[in-house]
């Protein structure tokens, strides 16, 4: 365990400085992007337990409303044809005053409407439980459905209260002129009415290189912001990275992001004041998607005593000859 | 892409040394202040998709509670009378023990009221369904029922339990003495028995400029403070911006302020303990809200074993000679 | 609005480097100590709105468990009256079924039961409505049930979730010999088993100093403590600030802490695991609270293959001769 | 209280400097260690109050789903047994109806399935209380019946929205070659799909040391890392401390470990984007958990056009040679 003679720290040191986003330096598949769109880390886990495989509450909170709904209509429904099997099979003659019904309907669904009125705990009373048997199986189904609907009261109340942010990026990373020089631009936005406030943008290039043996390996760089932080995001906001000599974006070329695979991973944070908690959105741009020599279109108008955005515009550039 | 002779970095360096609150430096309009005194950023949206511009939840949660319950009545109400249609359509003789009823009212209200002891999931049972479609109406309406409370109970615990905090300002902006000079003043409060703590304030004035080619922008600065943070929120807080020669309020005068529409933007944050989350308030002033020559009188007194704020007077002022 | 001539700035450093918890300095009450012990601001407020006064989510939230179902069960008791009130001036005739319940109780009661029937959603049924108006009223107090559980679901829930921190305090802060030296101290644990961590502690003296005109105002000290943050607050934590010369409690006595009333402010912040909250809690030592020549007695043992804190002996203390 | 001669601060300077995990010096026990696996701290607690030593809330919200369930069936048969008791003492004669159930069931269950009925609010009705006595009970049970369901809402959803984290930590911690050195090394993943961002990592060395007298007292040092924050822990992070000749590791041996009854406490911090909450998580590694002269096998590989993490392999090691 006796330290190495020479000097030891160098490579610890060069190790140590190597910037590292967390996706690590063997991420070089040049098929796989780092980020989704749509922020998700492009990475898929085997091994896992069944809840956190199936992560239930998760989905259920961000699935459409229309699905959502869905879903619970089939659950009920499954849950009621189980129950109407179950008193069937016992029989209809415990299911007092089912004979009214089954004048109209078969038995089979008389027992199904008498297992959805006990898990609603309608209960209006017209058919009623004879016996221990379907006694005991209806108790059941009411604890049941009130189980089922604590359930659903805090699904609803999850969906409602905390709301994914929509915070809408433009489509492409634009190549701009910037002052006397040039820029990587793109444009964000909250589609929401809430207020977002202390927000801060970060932006990280990570491109494949080779190391000293050739081999290749995935790096990350800072790009450095005309300004990363605004305290009222109250408009849209064009987040600039100045290509300056010392910018690792200098002298690139599309051909040369293309052979490197580079990729520009974008993270936001900010704090939402109608929600009262933290918003933390990503997204990335592949180099397929930058667009070079174009600028955007301003959003912000005057109307009225206020000013409009619109967020149609957010994608909308025109051209703009790039500084040489 | 190669960068410009010269020196391409003062452009930049000036660029980065500007302040920018969020609002940018378009906001040029007289008409449009920046912020409303409630603390909402004056900005409209075009092109939300339909939920965002619905934002219902929100709305929901912030009403007077007045509204919130008119609204779940008419909501009721509308959804009673849908059903009741339905009912009514397939047949009352679809309603077992409807006959009872309508001795004494019309047989349209018999099935509304059907329907609203369904949708509370009462269910009597004096009323109850007879048939396939007035059995799967019911079950539905149940359904129905149990998820729109699911719903009210989610919301009533919204509003309850984050209750928007309820920071008042004072309604001017006080230019006064202060020491030896004249500073900016204005008062806050919390009119809650909750307790702020590590609580800050941030100061921003924004005018209009014109630049270097006489195009009017937007510039923003940033007002020192005596003091911006303090531990305890228990009392009043009085913040002062001291008007030394390097404030850019240095020389103003109520005409030069109006010329340049100057808007001044308070931002108050601290962390709240009764709800345990984080409080972030804002409001502004415009040059016509500041009041010249007047201070504030006391706003704390003692009362027998402890101290009392009186809310009444936090808009109280008495002349004040500045100084010269 | 000149600036003065001189040196104008001395006077704003000054008042700059004045320290200020929050309280301000007029707070110079003999009778009246600025912190309560249970951590609550000693501030009264004239002037709320009605439902700032009447704080009522914190106060049930807060409120001991028999209370808060005393609360329950009476508001439940009085709307079934006034409801049993209607239903009984509407006429009992539109009540069908009472007339089985009549042989039994009084024709009131018997409205009392159907009330409370329809109000918790049981509905049994061998009482029903009967006539528009006593169907109007049933389908009203069915929606006000259900809006009423709605709340104590929310209530139920808010008490359940978010259960106020219990970090007990010594209840005295002692003079003990320390090191070389003498040291204030107090010793503090949390009561539940969450895990407390990156805690943190600040402690501020104030007292009633005459300023230059003899006037006394209320000055506030920090107390530079031995150690203000541990990553895990596991166990018991003796906080120490150590007497040294700078200390603005070096040659203090009990009765010069008397004279100039004298209050120790305590603020401690941490991270609760289990809640994943934020929790701050204060308390304050009064001059009356000092102990002088005590130490702490050991609250920490082994136990098996653990650790045992015994919260009896938090207030436990022996006899030790200061350090002169 | 006058202070002492000579160098005074010697001691506090001393004592200041000496780090301190939050678990104290006099926790030397051979046999307890301070962090348990799971990340609960070793400590348990003597003169809770009652309500703090159940800690039922997080009982019930941590514990096993189907624990979960059984409980709530269990409260639910117990509540109903002794309500059926209570309406049996009345007497049968006040359950309108009961008679065409005792046909096929004992009185006793008769009691006891109206009492379901009315606790989950069902009411179907075909048995009915009759007379004041019944009739107060009943409606006592349907508001104990609310009050037990909107506990069990809570419940659900407070199960449901905070999930606790599921961060899988390497069972052992290794003593691998790094660089041209060695390293401690563990490995830690998220198992669950959620996003964790912005997470840091903190490693603390504890060890028994004899002090200047002899007596054993438990000494803490910081163990600096290769990396200690990444901004998307989005795959599997190995920790990594480099032995170099300044980290208190250096010359350590299993035997001098184990003599020194050395325990290495690991704290991760991160922001979980899908709930919108910090994530705190602890473990420990005891000299005995640790494993010399292998290193990890990777963990992620490329698979379609994304990244696979196979968390069945993070225990997975190589033998390793040292670098000596």
């Given at each position: ?182 820029g990587l ?18 932006l ?19 790009l450095a912001l ?14 600039v990275h100045p290509?300056?000599?010392?910018s ?77």
């Amino acid at each position: 365990m006796a330290k190495k003679t020479g000097d030891p720290f160098s490579k610890l040191e060069q190790e140590r400085n190597r910037k590292d986003s967390g996706f690590g330096t063997a991420t070089t598949s040049t098929r796989a992007r780092l980020i989704l769109p749509d922020g998700r880390f492009n990475v898929m886990r085997n091994g896992q337990s069944f809840s956190a495989r199936l992560n239930l509450y998760h989905r259920l909170i961000t699935m459409p409303v229309f699905e959502f709904v869905l879903v619970i209509a089939l659950a009920y429904f499954l849950v009621n044809l189980v129950f109407a099997g179950i008193y069937y099979s016992i029989g209809l003659e415990h299911l007092s005053g089912i004979d009214e019904q089954t004048k109209f309907i078969s038995p089979f669904w008389g027992a199904f409407f008498f297992s959805s009125q006990t898990l609603t705990t309608v209960g209006y009373g017209h058919i009623s439980p004879l016996g221990s048997l379907t006694n005991v199986v209806a108790a059941i189904e009411a604890l049941l459905g009130l189980m089922m609907f604590a359930l659903i009261t805090g699904l609803v109340y999850g969906r409602f209260s905390t709301p994914s942010p929509k915070i809408l990026f433009s489509q492409h990373l634009l190549v701009s002129p910037y002052l006397d020089m040039n820029g990587l631009m793109f444009r964000v936005v909250n589609e929401r009415n809430s207020q977002l406030i202390n927000t801060s943008v970060n932006l990280m290039m990570s491109r494949n290189e080779a190391d000293s043996t050739g081999k290749l390996i995935r790096k990350y760089y800072n790009l450095a912001l005309e300004r990363d932080f605004i305290q009222f995001f109250s408009t849209s906001w064009t987040v600039v990275h100045p290509i300056t000599p010392e910018s690792p974006f200098f002298n690139e070329t599309p051909e040369s992001l293309a052979a490197s695979d580079t990729e520009i991973l974008v993270a936001l944070e900010g704090h939402n004041d109608a929600y009262s908690n933290s918003v933390h959105v990503r997204t990335s741009y592949l180099y397929s998607e930058f667009v070079w020599g174009r600028k955007f279109v301003p959003i912000l108008s005057e109307k009225g005593n206020g000013y409009l955005i619109d967020l149609n515009k957010i994608n909308e550039t025109v051209e703009a000859p790039l500084n040489v």
